[in-house]
């Protein structure tokens, strides 16, 4: 049985992790870096479902990790398949350099 | 007759010409130009046909009942407590009879003049939709018996009057000729509408008949009705083309002549005079106005005269005759004697046909030309033709025995006691001088045209018109000598047959005005009447076909200002030109050059301006980066969430 004085700590973890993720989607230039901090804001989020749930007594914010690990590895095949392509491409895998849909 | 008969016979009479305007105008040109000849002019001998059983049904009613009213349909209920209704109503009485075989008759003929006039133009369905459809608005017009259909048949005659002046709409000359016609019958338009207005504000009735029965709510000589009939009289002398809506008619010439001789000669222009006629009722009540009608159709009579004197263009000093013999017609119902003026109008109706269709041959065979100056000599080569001209010219000039004689003299003999004011018989003395001015001017165009020698090579090479435009004319010819003689004399207790047949209509009141002269003043008129019109014939053989040197001489004498204001029309157009056309024209620049650029303009592109400015800076956050917009995204999560938790909870 985990403390309940741990709840806070937990949601600063979280905190912590979605922040770095954040930070690093909008400051890094690496599309695979950029979708390494996409991940860390998931897992944040899903340390977050996670500690709710055993603090208020409810399975749900498992399910709802659960949920949040599927949808995070599908977009992973969709991003990564997008990547290889413009790997392919020959292009630079810089995300600022991704700009052609702007017109 | 039963009301069976009476909604059949109107249905019918209405039908054929409306079916014919459509076919041929949606199905013309595709089925060629035997189709649309037949067609055009089947449909309105259909209509003639009908016209001669509306004749024979109210000749052959008992006594009394002649007149019938029926409603076809209750058009439109207007409720509301006002008890008004729209009804597809129309009259049959000896009135809107004399108009209908009028209207078919000499339409039909015509009708079948234009087969051979349009011979070679390719608007040729177009025109007999057109024609058709005249004869469909004419017919509603005189048959209306509710203020709405009257004026809906108004308006429709002006339309087509309108497309058929412009028919050869690749003519500036014609464009602007329609225009005119068309802005001055609004005008007309106007008074009549307001008539209309006036006249159901205190009857409460749509209804004619009705109408007519309650006059008793306008007080007799009462400012109302005088203000009624001259809103009715505006209507009148804009469609009539009378002094000081007169100026349309001669620019009206810029259409085909068959058009001329249907609708400014023997039907359209006429309309004025039924309406007064028909609204005699109410013209009755109000002498000031009918004193009015009657001295501007005798002015506009004497005005239009003189032009005729000196015009050049063949249609034209025919325009301008129809104007004056409109006048007199105009004159008679003003004085009262309507029968009078109807008979001037059906014979006139056969005679200025006959002379308009005439001239068309003429036009025709010289390849459009329509100075008379250019023509002389034509009687040996278009024989026929000639003589149609000739019977016409004599009947329009009222030489004894010729149509027109019996009915001018007629209209003239009730002038020497009817009349406006003290002394009613100055009108009828200014009428006799017209008598000498329609001599005059109808003889110089027949010796002009007809007479004397060829003034151009090409009058040599004139061939007489073909069997279609000529047949017409020599019907129209035989008419114009011999229609009036079964018909009227003008001469009290003689023949009145036309003026018996008529007097149901008029019955029921009677002008101030008017005053049956007896056997001997009618006598001395018809004999001085007769008089001015040979002296009008006589001095035109000498001035243009003996070209007799001491008559040139009388006619140098005059003051110069006479022939120039005869020639220049009275300036009528650039008066007109100069105090309306003009100043509206200027407005209408003045308008186009500061308000449409800068109010109408600045504030319709103001709004364009201002979107595009707005989406422009709004633009300039697509700026196609990724981090831009996670940037964005990640800030306005920040604010919504802050805002969520510090302000709206």
Request: with cysteine; aromatic share 12%; proline share 4%.
């Given at each position: 049985?985990?403390n309940?004085?741990?709840?806070?700590?937990?949601?600063?973890?979280?905190t912590?992790l979605?922040?770095?993720?954040?930070?690093?989607?909008l400051?890094r230039?690496?599309?695979?870096?950029?979708?390494?901090?996409?991940e860390l804001?998931?897992n944040?989020?899903?340390?977050a479902l996670v500690a709710?749930?055993?603090f208020?007594?409810?399975?749900?914010?498992?399910?709802?990790?659960f949920?949040?690990i599927?949808?995070?590895?599908?977009?992973?095949?969709?991003?990564?398949?997008?990547?290889?392509q413009?790997f392919r491409?020959g292009r630079?895998l810089?995300?600022?350099d991704?700009?052609?849909m702007?017109? | 007759m039963?009301?069976?008969?009476?909604?059949?016979l109107?249905?019918?009479v209405?039908l054929?010409?409306?079916?014919g305007?459509?076919?041929n105008?949606?199905?013309?040109?595709m089925?060629?130009?035997?189709?649309?000849?037949i067609?055009?002019?089947?449909s309105?001998f259909?209509?003639?046909?009908?016209?001669?059983f509306v004749l024979?049904n109210v000749?052959g009613?008992?006594?009394?009942h002649?007149?019938?009213?029926?409603?076809?349909?209750q058009w439109?209920?207007?409720?509301g407590?006002t008890?008004?209704?729209v009804?597809?109503?129309?009259?049959?009485d000896?009135?809107?009879?004399?108009m209908?075989m009028?209207i078919?008759?000499?339409?039909?003929l015509?009708?079948?003049?234009s087969?051979?006039y349009m011979?070679?133009?390719p608007?040729?369905a177009r025109?007999?939709?057109y024609?058709?459809?005249f004869?469909f608005?004419?017919?509603?017009l005189v048959?209306a018996?509710?203020?709405?259909?009257?004026?809906i048949?108004w308006?429709?005659?002006?339309l087509?009057?309108?497309?058929l002046?412009g028919?050869?709409y690749?003519r500036p000359?014609?464009?602007?000729?329609?225009r005119k016609?068309?802005?001055t019958?609004?005008?007309?338009?106007?008074?009549?509408?307001i008539a209309?207005?006036?006249?159901v504000?205190n009857?409460?009735?749509l209804?004619?008949?009705?109408?007519?029965?309650?006059?008793q709510?306008?007080p007799a000589?009462?400012?109302?009705v005088?203000?009624?009939?001259?809103?009715?009289?505006i209507?009148?002398?804009?469609?009539?083309a009378?002094?000081p809506l007169?100026t349309?008619?001669?620019?009206a010439?810029?259409g085909p002549?068959?058009?001329?001789a249907l609708?400014?000669a023997?039907?359209?222009?006429?309309?004025?005079v039924y309406l007064?006629?028909?609204?005699?009722?109410?013209?009755n009540l109000?002498p000031?106005?009918?004193?009015?009608?009657?001295?501007?159709?005798?002015?506009?009579?004497?005005m239009a005269g003189?032009?005729a004197?000196?015009?050049i263009?063949?249609k034209?000093?025919?325009?301008?005759?129809t104007?004056?013999?409109?006048?007199?017609?105009i004159?008679?119902?003003?004085?009262g004697?309507?029968s009078?003026?109807m008979?001037?109008?059906?014979i006139?109706?056969?005679?200025?046909?006959?002379?308009f269709?005439?001239?068309?041959n003429?036009?025709h065979a010289?390849?459009?030309?329509?100075?008379i100056?250019?023509?002389g000599?034509?009687h040996?080569?278009m024989r026929?033709t000639?003589l149609?001209?000739g019977?016409?010219?004599?009947?329009?000039?009222?030489f004894?025995?010729?149509?027109g004689?019996f009915?001018?003299?007629?209209?003239?003999?009730f002038?020497?006691?009817?009349?406006?004011g003290a002394a009613p018989w100055?009108l009828?003395v200014?009428?006799v001088g017209?008598?000498?001015l329609?001599?005059?001017?109808?003889f110089?165009?027949y010796?002009?045209?007809?007479q004397?020698e060829p003034?151009?090579?090409r009058i040599?090479?004139v061939k007489?018109?073909?069997r279609?435009?000529?047949v017409p004319v020599?019907i129209?010819?035989?008419l114009?000598v011999?229609?009036?003689?079964?018909l009227?004399f003008?001469?009290?207790?003689t023949?009145?047959i036309?003026?018996d047949?008529l007097s149901?209509?008029?019955a029921?009141?009677?002008s101030q005005l008017?005053h049956?002269p007896g056997?001997?003043v009618?006598?001395?008129?018809?004999?001085?009447?007769s008089?001015?019109s040979l002296i009008?014939?006589g001095?035109?053989?000498r001035l243009w076909?003996e070209h007799r040197?001491?008559a040139?001489?009388?006619?140098?004498?005059?003051?110069?200002?006479?022939?120039?204001?005869?020639?220049?029309?009275?300036?009528?157009?650039?008066?007109?030109?100069?105090?309306?056309?003009?100043p509206?024209?200027?407005?209408a620049?003045?308008a186009?050059?500061v308000?449409?650029?800068d109010?109408?303009?600045?504030?319709?592109s103001g709004v364009g301006?201002?979107?595009?400015g707005?989406s422009?800076d709004?633009r300039?956050?697509?700026?196609?980066?990724i981090?831009?917009y996670?940037?964005?995204f990640?800030?306005f999560a920040?604010?919504?969430?802050v805002?969520w938790?510090?302000?709206?909870?």
């Amino acid at each position: 049985m985990l403390n309940a004085n741990l709840f806070p700590y937990l949601l600063g973890l979280a905190t912590f992790l979605f922040t770095v993720g954040a930070a690093g989607v909008l400051i890094r230039r690496n599309p695979i870096v950029v979708f390494m901090c996409i991940e860390l804001m998931l897992n944040a989020a899903n340390v977050a479902l996670v500690a709710y749930g055993r603090f208020l007594n409810s399975q749900e914010g498992q399910i709802f990790a659960f949920m949040v690990i599927v949808v995070a590895a599908a977009e992973v095949v969709v991003g990564l398949a997008l990547i290889t392509q413009i790997f392919r491409l020959g292009r630079e895998l810089d995300v600022d350099d991704l700009s052609e849909m702007k017109e | 007759m039963s009301v069976d008969t009476a909604s059949t016979l109107v249905i019918l009479v209405l039908l054929f010409p409306l079916l014919g305007a459509a076919l041929n105008g949606f199905l013309g040109a595709m089925l060629g130009r035997r189709f649309v000849n037949i067609a055009g002019t089947v449909s309105i001998f259909a209509s003639f046909v009908v016209a001669c059983f509306v004749l024979a049904n109210v000749v052959g009613a008992p006594a009394g009942h002649s007149a019938i009213t029926i409603r076809l349909w209750q058009w439109i209920d207007l409720g509301g407590g006002t008890n008004l209704s729209v009804g597809m109503d129309f009259t049959l009485d000896a009135l809107s009879a004399l108009m209908l075989m009028v209207i078919t008759g000499v339409g039909f003929l015509i009708h079948v003049y234009s087969v051979g006039y349009m011979e070679h133009d390719p608007g040729f369905a177009r025109f007999f939709s057109y024609m058709n459809f005249f004869i469909f608005s004419m017919l509603t017009l005189v048959l209306a018996a509710d203020l709405v259909i009257l004026i809906i048949g108004w308006a429709l005659v002006a339309l087509s009057s309108y497309l058929l002046i412009g028919f050869w709409y690749d003519r500036p000359t014609a464009v602007l000729a329609a225009r005119k016609a068309f802005i001055t019958q609004v005008i007309g338009d106007i008074g009549l509408v307001i008539a209309a207005f006036l006249i159901v504000l205190n009857t409460h009735t749509l209804s004619l008949p009705n109408i007519f029965a309650r006059t008793q709510t306008f007080p007799a000589g009462g400012a109302l009705v005088t203000g009624v009939c001259v809103l009715l009289a505006i209507g009148a002398f804009a469609k009539s083309a009378q002094f000081p809506l007169h100026t349309w008619l001669p620019d009206a010439m810029e259409g085909p002549t068959p058009v001329s001789a249907l609708i400014h000669a023997a039907t359209m222009v006429t309309a004025g005079v039924y309406l007064i006629a028909r609204f005699h009722v109410l013209f009755n009540l109000a002498p000031v106005a009918e004193g009015l009608v009657a001295c501007i159709g005798m002015g506009t009579a004497v005005m239009a005269g003189i032009i005729a004197l000196s015009q050049i263009d063949i249609k034209r000093v025919i325009a301008y005759s129809t104007m004056s013999q409109i006048g007199l017609m105009i004159y008679a119902v003003g004085i009262g004697a309507y029968s009078a003026g109807m008979f001037h109008f059906t014979i006139h109706a056969v005679f200025k046909a006959l002379l308009f269709m005439a001239a068309g041959n003429v036009i025709h065979a010289l390849h459009d030309e329509q100075d008379i100056r250019l023509m002389g000599g034509l009687h040996a080569r278009m024989r026929w033709t000639h003589l149609a001209f000739g019977a016409g010219s004599l009947s329009l000039a009222g030489f004894l025995l010729f149509s027109g004689w019996f009915s001018k003299e007629n209209l003239l003999g009730f002038g020497t006691v009817s009349g406006p004011g003290a002394a009613p018989w100055i009108l009828y003395v200014v009428g006799v001088g017209v008598n000498v001015l329609t001599g005059l001017y109808a003889f110089r165009l027949y010796f002009t045209v007809f007479q004397g020698e060829p003034q151009t090579a090409r009058i040599f090479a004139v061939k007489e018109a073909g069997r279609a435009m000529l047949v017409p004319v020599v019907i129209l010819a035989a008419l114009a000598v011999v229609v009036a003689w079964p018909l009227e004399f003008p001469l009290p207790n003689t023949l009145h047959i036309f003026s018996d047949f008529l007097s149901p209509v008029f019955a029921g009141s009677q002008s101030q005005l008017f005053h049956e002269p007896g056997l001997g003043v009618a006598a001395i008129g018809l004999v001085v009447g007769s008089a001015a019109s040979l002296i009008g014939i006589g001095l035109a053989l000498r001035l243009w076909y003996e070209h007799r040197p001491d008559a040139q001489l009388v006619l140098g004498r005059l003051p110069r200002v006479l022939p120039l204001l005869s020639y220049n029309k009275f300036y009528f157009d650039e008066i007109y030109d100069r105090t309306l056309v003009q100043p509206v024209k200027a407005v209408a620049r003045t308008a186009r050059r500061v308000v449409e650029p800068d109010v109408m303009d600045g504030w319709v592109s103001g709004v364009g301006d201002l979107l595009r400015g707005f989406s422009l800076d709004l633009r300039s956050i697509q700026t196609g980066l990724i981090r831009d917009y996670a940037s964005l995204f990640t800030v306005f999560a920040v604010v919504l969430v802050v805002v969520w938790v510090f302000i709206a909870r």
